[in-house]
């Protein structure tokens, strides 16, 4: 394992050296162990029920990928294409996603521990009931339109990330470090509480939540009454 500091984040991330070629991913209960997975283009690819430890997974695409109850620990994904992605009730221990398209992907009740996300677009994306329970970060990936829904994103860490429309509704955000990011557009400021932002973030937090209450100013009173 290595370590990866990001502002206040250090995560802790896989050293993936000399993997063996693995057997195909397969919808059974199996378990992969010190693997490099790489090239085959499936359709369809569901799994239920798998452990993925100490490996690689590169070049994958897919049309539709379903993923449940799996459990990863020290898995990389690089340059991966998961189409119409629905992860659901998995464990996610040091993890990374580096350059994948994960447009919109539904994760549902996802543990997050030590996992990073890196140059993804999760632009469209649900994630509902995310909860980290150790370091978490996003960089450089695009949210643009995608929806945050009762997640715990506590000490997270988001940089230079789209944010473009990105909706955050009630959850858990305190400590999470949202600096280094457009936040003008975003929707939901208000649920945002004890979230870490630097001064010079606060106009764009303003305008955001301006725009979404959408006030009446007197200069325009007379315009709303004709």
């Not at 790489?38 to 590169?58: F, N």
Request: glycine share 6%.
């Amino acid at each position: 394992m290595r370590t990866h500091t990001l502002g206040r984040l250090t995560l802790t991330l896989p050293t993936l050296d000399d993997l063996p070629p693995a057997v195909p991913l397969t919808t059974d209960k199996d378990t992969h162990l010190d693997f490099h997975y790489t090239g085959s283009a499936p359709r369809t690819l569901h799994l239920d029920g798998a452990r993925l430890i100490s490996g690689r997974i590169t070049g994958l695409a897919t049309h539709h990928t379903q993923l449940h109850n799996t459990r990863l620990d020290g898995v990389e994904f690089t340059d991966c294409d998961l189409g119409s992605l629905h992860w659901t009730d998995s464990t996610l221990t040091h993890t990374v996603f580096r350059d994948c398209t994960l447009t919109g992907a539904r994760l549902d009740r996802l543990t997050l521990d030590n996992v990073l996300f890196e140059n993804c677009a999760l632009d469209y994306a649900t994630l509902h009931h995310l909860r980290a329970t150790g370091p978490l970060a996003l960089v450089k990936c695009d949210l643009t339109e995608a929806a945050v829904h009762h997640c715990d994103f506590t000490n997270a860490h988001l940089e230079a990330c789209g944010l473009h429309h990105t909706t955050f509704t009630a959850g858990t955000y305190h400590h999470t470090d949202l600096r280094g990011n457009d936040l003008s557009t975003l929707r939901g400021a208000m649920a945002l509480k004890a979230a870490i932002i630097d001064r010079p973030q606060h106009p764009e937090l303003t305008h955001a939540l301006t725009t979404e209450l959408n006030p009446t100013f007197p200069d325009t009173l007379d315009d709303y009454e004709r």
